[in-house]
């Protein structure tokens, strides 16, 4: 039993084999998965594809690239889809200064505009941070999200995650973890409170090894909890069970 807590099988690299590739998750234990809204377009698209199975959550957020497309109409529908009982979260949302598809003025004015529309909805946030430690930190604090939070595919110091589990947040692991290059995010991994972390595909991207380079499904995440139960010495369905419960927790699923 395991949750995916950040899929985009909306995306159109699913768009010949969907279907294939949600049976194949289940095959694989996937429980639960968790579809990430990121324009307009993906958050309908979730939401349709979250209403026809009912292992299937899905969230609703703008992600920073597109900030600068997002008007008062981008709020009214991201509501009037929060309002669906399928919708478990807010996001993606944050800020992206690596790519900086959006002027940097606006990433934080749209971040911290979702982050008090999450509270107005009575949901938790889905945050991207890349490149943007400093700013991401300055926000939250001022605008802590009030029914919490994670961190997707967290790629940071442990000295920020400390940070962040200090404001009540959960820590997110996807496909990187397995890299030879994963330095800082073993450290994070290892140090990880047993309670605090979820695992995730982000499918298509973020392929785990040993499937590196491909196009990345919900049925590889079984290649980060067994990363994470190698680095933790646990027994790999212990974490299978850790994340899940926690997924349950931070995104009130039913039990
Ligand atoms: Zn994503």
Redesign the pocket.
Same mark, same amino acid.
């Given at each position: 039993m395991i949750c995916d807590t950040?899929a &985009?099988l909306d995306d159109k690299q699913f768009a010949m084999d969907r279907e294939t590739v949600i049976q194949r998750a289940r095959t694989a234990g996937i429980s639960t998965i968790i579809n990430?809204g990121?324009t307009e377009a993906s958050c309908k698209d979730a939401v349709n594809l979250a209403s026809r199975y009912s292992f299937i959550y899905a969230t609703v957020g703008i992600h920073p690239h597109d900030a600068k497309d997002c008007t008062e109409k981008t709020w009214e529908l991201l509501l009037k889809l929060s309002q669906n009982p399928k919708v478990v979260a807010w996001g993606?949302i944050g800020l992206d200064y690596f790519r900086d598809l959006s002027p940097r003025d606006i990433q934080r004015r749209v971040f911290i505009r979702q982050l008090e529309l999450a509270n107005e909805a009575r949901l938790p946030v889905v945050i &991207?941070n890349r490149d943007a430690h400093g700013d991401i930190l300055e926000v939250i604090k001022k605008h802590l999200p009030e029914a919490g939070g994670v961190f997707?595919?967290y790629s940071g110091s442990w000295e920020m995650a400390k940070e962040l589990l200090r404001l009540g947040f959960y820590l997110s692991f996807s496909g990187p973890l397995t890299y030879k290059n994963a330095r800082h995010t073993l450290e994070v991994a290892a140090n990880v409170p047993e309670d605090r972390f979820v695992v995730e595909t982000?499918c298509p991207?973020l392929t785990p090894e040993p499937n590196r380079g491909k196009r990345n499904e919900p049925s590889y995440v079984r290649e980060v909890v067994a990363k994470i139960a190698e680095i933790k010495g646990l027994p790999l369905e212990k974490v299978a069970q850790l994340s899940s419960e926690n997924a349950k927790r931070l995104f009130g699923l039913a039990k």
């Open positions: 950040h &985009h990430i990121h993606e &991207h997707h595919s982000d991207y």
